[in-house]
């Protein structure tokens, strides 16, 4: 099973508004991500945990606030954001240390739309 | 900074026809993915090559790694409309981090 799963698909919020995504997968993973994608471009990296702890922040804005409450769960807080903070927000998982086998799993992603 | 440079960035073609994207760079990837996404939906992994010299079939689906870990290939016989999105590859960097190419949107009309 190579499974990640995202909740919610959809999300709209407003600019004063707070929310969360959430991360799950199931495959023993130890390293998770959070991507920014804007339509038609590459996904950008966002946060990287290893081990549950935050092992890289790509300079992301203090409004996003990457959290891993256990080797299963990645949640993105959002808070204050601005209308081009709209994009679809990838979450994926890997098994670190494995040099040679970065292989990366995506989830389907939430749609976030700020008003 | 290691850079993927994908091309072409854009393909459409009709129906059986066959076609190739290309993945160049002038670092050195420790494996190399690509994937298939679909307009609001996550990118799908087609496959991971690891080994220089590697070639990987998936169906109509020919990957190609480069001798020496810095490009690859993928090449789809007899297109079908399918197989229309954005492919991606990306390649593996130290600390598990992916490098991105620029993406090429296929569009396959019957």
């Known amino acids: 099973d190579t499974e990640v799963t995202q909740t919610p698909k959809h999300l709209v919020m407003g600019m004063t508004n707070k929310k969360s995504l959430k991360c799950e997968q199931h495959?023993?993973?130890?390293?998770m991500y959070w991507y920014k994608q804007k339509a038609k471009k590459p996904p950008e990296l966002m946060f990287v945990?290893?081990?549950?702890?935050?092992?890289i922040n790509e300079s992301v804005p203090s409004r996003f606030s990457p959290e891993c409450p256990n080797s299963s769960l990645l949640n993105l807080h959002l808070h204050a954001l601005q209308p081009e903070d709209s994009a679809l927000y990838l979450c994926?998982?890997?098994?670190?240390?494995?040099?040679?086998?970065?292989?990366?799993?995506f989830g389907p992603g939430t749609r976030l739309t700020v008003l | 900074t290691q850079l993927l440079e994908q091309s072409p960035q854009f393909l459409s073609i009709q129906e059986g026809e066959n076609l190739t994207v290309y993945c160049n760079s002038s670092s050195v990837f420790s494996s190399l993915q690509w994937y298939r996404q679909e307009p609001g939906e996550g990118p799908v992994l087609l496959v991971t090559?690891?080994?220089?010299?590697e070639v990987k079939k998936l169906k109509r689906l020919t990957f190609q790694f480069g001798d020496a870990r810095k490009d690859s290939s993928l090449h789809i016989t007899a297109a079908q409309p399918g197989d229309t999105g954005l492919y991606l590859c990306?390649?593996?960097?130290?600390?598990?981090?992916?490098?991105f190419g620029q993406g090429t949107e296929l569009s396959v009309k019957p």
């Open positions: 994926a998982s890997s098994r670190p240390g494995l040099a040679r086998q970065d292989t990366q799993y």
């Open positions: 495959m023993g993973h130890r390293a």
């Open positions: 945990y290893s081990y549950e702890k935050l092992s």
């Open positions: 990306a390649g593996g960097v130290q600390g598990g981090k992916l490098i």
């Open positions: 090559v690891v080994t220089g010299g």
